[in-house]
């Protein structure tokens, strides 16, 4: 039987292990894909908001030659950090369900190359991200091939016709990239101005694109609908359509509300937020915590590595005093 098991190998959930370790508790780590794979799924070019001291865990050092760090840096760093500390992961392994025994014993049942492995623990920390729950715009058109809510690199799209919908950092990035490479953006965004929100260092070379009308910004757009070769969309009551070859729908992302609240912790259904104890990260369900941006619910921009990372020590503070 494992004393804890952590769900998510993302830098929140290592970070907790590590936590773990200092109390001389070994965790075992469950990854449906490998570590840090949110990261290993950021486009090829993303730059950190934080700069390097800000993303390290476990003490260990993120020494980089840049002021922010770029995704490649962050995954050798993390990578190392694991293999420094000797980090129990077992990756590729994807958790169906978890079932409570009793006061003392979960039992976790994953998946692993098509194969059901069965674990017990004592304490389970839920440390899954958000990253791969897209927010979707539940319109005609979104399963399209064409539509995608995730931008990894802009070459493809060379000269092809490309809307982006959304107007925070994630749409104004894709939209600079795809630009560069050569494709026609236009960009459909709901907002009546640009939004506050978007990295300072950025929005002038944004504003500066739109000015010269290398891209289309459209404001106060509705999109209603996605076809084959458009797409349409609503500004100020007055319909509009759009030649269309790719859709990048940068709508955000939110956490797995349906999966936490299959583990029977309790969500606060108008913010998403979990129910948790903020000095323990315990949830309603006794021994089962929270860690990371999941804590957050609906509102993604309030937690990253810099805090969630952070988490684990009160989570190992308090396992290791109920160990005692």
């Not at 069965?118 to 091939?145: C, R, V």
């Not at 260092?201 to 010269?212: D, M, N, Q, T, Y």
């Not at 810099?306 to 109920?322: L, P, T, V």
Request: glycine share 6%.
């Amino acid at each position: 039987m494992e004393h804890t098991i952590i769900i998510g190998a993302g830098p929140c959930g290592i970070a907790c292990a590590l936590a773990l370790q200092d109390k001389g508790i070994e965790p075992l780590i469950i990854e449906k894909g490998n570590i840090v794979n949110t990261i290993y799924h950021y486009p090829i070019h993303q730059t950190f908001f934080s700069s390097s001291d800000k993303l390290e865990i476990g003490d260990i050092p993120f020494i980089n030659e840049k002021a922010k760090p770029v995704r490649l840096d962050a995954l050798a760093y993390y990578r190392e950090v694991v293999n420094r500390r000797n980090v129990r992961i077992h990756s590729f392994e994807e958790m169906k369900h978890i079932n409570k025994i009793n006061e003392q014993c979960f039992q976790v049942v994953t998946d692993k190359s098509h194969e059901e492995v069965t674990y017990f623990a004592k304490h389970i920390i839920i440390a899954t991200g958000y990253y791969d729950q897209a927010q979707l715009l539940h319109i005609s058109g979104e399963t399209l091939p064409k539509v995608t809510h995730y931008f990894k690199e802009a070459h493809p799209y060379y000269k092809q016709n490309v809307v982006v919908i959304g107007g925070k950092n994630s749409a104004v990035d894709t939209t600079i990239e795809l630009q560069r490479a050569g494709a026609n953006v236009t960009v459909l965004y709901r907002g009546s101005n640009y939004s506050t929100s978007i990295k300072p260092w950025i929005l002038p070379a944004f504003e500066s694109l739109v000015r010269r009308k290398l891209i289309q910004m459209e404001f106060n757009a509705e999109v209603n609908e996605i076809t084959e070769d458009r797409v349409i969309y609503t500004v100020n009551g007055t319909k509009k359509n759009i030649k269309n070859d790719y859709v990048f729908a940068m709508t955000g992302y939110m956490p797995d509300i349906d999966l936490m609240s299959k583990l029977g912790i309790e969500i606060d259904l108008q913010t998403g937020r979990p129910k948790y104890n903020p000095e323990t990260y315990e949830t309603n369900v006794k021994n089962m915590y929270v860690a990371g941006v999941i804590i957050s619910g609906y509102n993604g921009n309030e937690t990253f590595i810099e805090n969630g990372r952070h988490h684990g020590e009160k989570i190992a503070s308090y396992i290791d005093s109920c160990t005692v």
